[in-house]
């Protein structure tokens, strides 16, 4: 495995968005929705730096089947909260094909939301398959499957506080343990 990022270079590009985020909606409140599972460090470092008055809540969602290529894409709603009227952050880790926070924004602008927009850790350079663009990113990187910083791979390594490409012999070496 290769460090792609630092823990310290995230610290920093989080307190970046963090400004920016309380910068643009300055005076106003916001919602912001984790997109589970990747999200979920970004989300708990991020929301601790927001100024603003703040509701938090997480969606499901999950395109990767055991492989490092896309599949299906699974949304849950279950735990989303209400949204109606709410300025809405969607937060994830990673913009890839883009299929993810393309949905997630239709699903949540139709829920009545005031606005939606989208934030993320990392924009895979290349790869995007539809117009829309994350509002919000912090770091821009080559197209090569990464992990850490809640990245994972069969749900394995989201717990390193780097970022790390995996590389093929690191799959190899993984088996199915
Ligand atoms: P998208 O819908 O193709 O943009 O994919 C977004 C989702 O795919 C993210 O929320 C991640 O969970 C997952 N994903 C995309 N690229 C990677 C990667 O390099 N490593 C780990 N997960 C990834
Ligand atoms: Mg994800």
Redesign the pocket.
Known sequence: MRTLIEADEIERGVARLAAELNERYAGGSLTVLG?M???LMLLADLVRKLEMPLRVGVIQ????RGT?E?GE?RLSLDAMPDVVDQEVLLV????????????LTEVVAARGARSVRSA?L?L?RG????TRTPDFRVFE?PD????GY????RDRYRNLPYVAV?EPSDLDAEGTG
């Open positions: 997109v599972t990747g999200s969602a999950s395109s990767y490092t896309p894409l994830d880790d990673i913009f890839d094909t883009g299929r993810t926070i393309d949905r993320v990392l895979k790869r995007s398959r539809v990187i090569e499957f990464v992990v809640g990245l994972d791979h995996l």
